[in-house]
């Protein structure tokens, strides 16, 4: 069975500071990874996403997250975070044995303050 | 791009009592899903939901208690039966287009439901 976990439940940051929120997951086969975002007040959207090819994938907002298969990880990352950027994030798998299914980290909730 | 409504979008319940949530999208998609997340929890898969098929269960969800319509590819409920406070949680309904991993999964904005 797949399961990620989501080492920060909460993680406050200054506007322009850097941000890495972490994500391992566990799967017995291969896998793809997902950062999904909560703003406050609305749905679920996807953030950014790893199927195959390059290692690092970039979100439209300057989120960038790295898969790394030998330390099962999937951090995101953004050198300079916003106001705007607060909100809930989600680390998302789906194994290949379950070709549908999301598994989902308790989240973590990103709070920038002024 | 598939775009989800909810209803209700909230509600306030008594315990034994049931209450089924509407989920509508604004295209056919194939495979519907129905999540819970429980506060401080993360989303938990309830059952996948297959126009023309039965709807498939994880493991600690039932039928009685968490039966499910999928009557076309546009629409679909989800009802929550003999309500105690333990299924006080915010429920959601997710879509994707078709089956490939790479078709983009889409969240409606959840039903908030108390049961007191």
């Known amino acids: 069975a797949q399961s990620v976990t989501q080492l920060d439940s909460q993680v406050p940051v200054f506007e322009e500071a850097p941000v890495e929120l972490r994500c391992n997951y566990s799967?017995?086969?291969?896998?793809?990874l997902f950062w999904y975002v909560q703003y406050p007040n609305q749905g679920l959207q996807l953030l950014l996403k790893y199927l195959s090819g390059s290692t690092l994938v970039e979100s439209i907002n300057g989120f960038e997250a790295e898969f790394n298969k030998s330390q099962t990880s999937f951090h995101l990352r953004k050198p300079s975070v916003h106001i705007s950027d607060t909100a809930e994030y989600f680390c998302a798998v789906i194994g290949g044995g379950s070709n549908y299914k999301l598994t989902f980290g308790k989240g973590t909730l990103l709070t920038v303050n002024p | 791009s598939a775009v989800i409504s909810q209803k209700p979008s909230r509600d306030i319940c008594q315990r034994g009592t049931s209450l089924t949530i509407q989920c509508q999208v604004d295209s056919q998609v194939t495979m519907m899903f129905w999540y819970r997340q429980q506060p401080g929890q993360s989303l938990t898969l309830i059952a996948t939901a297959n126009q023309g098929s039965e709807a498939t269960y994880e493991s600690g969800f039932v039928i009685d208690k968490f039966p499910i319509s999928r009557p076309n590819l546009t629409f679909s409920t989800l009802t929550v039966s003999n309500m105690s406070p333990e299924d006080s949680s915010i429920y959601l309904c997710s879509v994707r287009v078709s089956g490939e991993v790479w078709n983009e999964q889409f969240f409606g904005p959840g039903t908030r439901l108390t049961v007191l």
């Open positions: 799967s017995s086969v291969s896998v793809y």
